[in-house]
């Protein structure tokens, strides 16, 4: 279903936070991003969040898939798969619908496996909000 490559195309991102760049305050989506820099504040997005090695995020991530490289400090939420890469250091809660890790890699906290039922109340509830979301902006 997933290749091993999850570095993800640079056409396929909705979003890139380069390994320059420093981010601070809460992002919303509606599409995929991928982030190399620092973040400081919650992920929320309906599509998939690709962390890169260098990547240093402190906050939340709540997203459809998650492929974590670098360093997150908070709690993740993934519908679908969380990839904990060789080089990550993932330090908070998980609440996933499936969980890969590589060897190498870094967890601390504690998991919460979703059933297929919660994983998709939780899909469609962020689908929902993000369609109130969308009606409301266009008024």
């Known amino acids: 279903m997933f290749s091993k490559n999850t570095s993800g195309n640079a056409d396929s991102f909705d979003t890139i936070i380069g390994i320059n760049s420093k981010f601070e305050g809460n992002i919303e989506s509606s599409g995929t991003i991928r982030i190399d820099g620092k973040v400081n504040g919650d992920i929320k997005v309906k599509g998939d969040v690709y962390v890169g090695k260098e990547a240093v995020i402190t906050g939340n991530i709540n997203a459809n898939n998650i492929f974590v490289s670098g360093r997150v400090e908070g ?11 060789s080089s990550a250091k993932l330090y908070g809660d998980i609440s996933v619908n499936c969980l890969v890790t590589e060897e190498g890699s870094v967890f601390e906290g504690k998991c919460k496996m979703l059933t297929k039922s919660q994983a998709e109340n939780a899909s ?3 689908n929902s909000k993000k369609s109130k979301n969308n009606s409301s902006a266009s008024e």
């Open 75 to 85: 709690n993740v939420e993934a519908n679908g798969i969380l990839r904990i890469q």
């Open 124 to 126: 469609a509830a962020n």
